[in-house]
C-alpha cells in the first residue's frame, strides 16, 4: 500500500490522530501533511494475508503478535505510516490508551507496488531506521519470487531470495517463511505486468 493523494494544510499529530481515527480510510502523516492510502491489489492482498497466517501460525503459542495492515505506526520524528504485516515478540507500547498506534515493532513488512518502490526502498526505509525497537525490515515483490531482507546487525545488512525453496528467517520472532508460502496462490507475472 502507498501513498495515493496529498490532503491539504499543516495539521498537528494530535489533530491527525484525532481525524484519522474518524476517518473511512486510511492516511499516513509526515512533515505535517496528511496523505490518503492507495488501495491494493489482489496479488497484494494474497501475500500480506500469507504472511500474517504463516507468522500467526508460528508464534500461536508464544508471546509474540502479528497485526495486519490496520495497525498504525509511530516514526519517532512524529511520522504515523502503515505497513502490510507488522511483528513482534515481547510487550507492545502504544501510543496512548487507543491501542491503535505501535511504538515498538520488531519487524516491518511491505509489499511493494510500482508507486511506492522507491519510497519503500529508499526514505521509508531511513525513517523507519529511527525505531529503536526494530530489528528486521522485509520487502516483497508482487512478483516473480523475490523478498529482501535488512537485519540490523551492528549496522543493516541485506539479504535476498529468488528460488522458492528459499526460506527467510526472522530472527527478532523466532519465525522462518518459505519463499513458496509467501507466493501461495499468488500467479507469478513479470514486473511489467505488474501494476
Not at 11 to 20: R, S
Request: proline share 4%; hydrophobic share 35%; aromatic share 10%.
Amino acid at each position: 500500500m502507498g501513498l495515493a493523494q496529498k490532503k491539504p494544510s499543516f495539521v498537528t499529530p494530535q489533530e491527525y490522530l484525532t481525524l484519522e481515527r474518524e476517518a473511512e480510510f486510511r492516511h499516513e502523516y509526515l512533515n505535517g501533511e496528511i496523505f490518503e492510502m492507495a488501495g491494493g491489489t489482489k496479488r497484494h492482498s494474497l501475500i500480506s494475508t500469507n504472511l500474517a497466517r504463516l507468522i500467526g501460525n508460528q508464534i500461536l503459542d508464544r508471546n509474540c503478535n502479528v497485526f495486519d495492515s490496520d495497525m498504525r505506526i509511530k516514526i519517532p520524528n512524529e511520522t504515523y505510516t502503515y505497513a502490510d504485516i507488522v511483528a513482534l515478540c515481547g510487550e507492545e507500547h502504544f501510543e496512548d490508551e487507543a491501542e491503535d498506534t505501535l511504538l515498538n515493532p520488531s519487524v516491518i513488512f511491505l509489499v511493494l507496488s510500482k508507486s511506492t518502490e522507491a519510497y519503500d526502498r529508499g526514505a521509508k526505509f531511513e525513517q523507519y531506521q529511527t525505531i529503536e525497537s526494530l530489528q528486521e525490515y522485509v520487502l516483497i515483490t508482487q512478483g516473480p519470487f523475490r523478498v529482501e531482507q535488512r537485519q540490523d546487525v551492528n549496522s543493516w545488512t541485506c539479504f535476498e531470495f529468488r528460488k522458492p525453496e528459499d526460506l527467510v528467517r526472522l530472527n527478532s520472532i523466532d519465525c522462518e517463511l518459505g519463499l513458496k508460502d509467501i507466493y501461495h496462490k499468488v500467479e507469478q507475472k513479470f514486473p511489467k505486468e505488474l501494476g
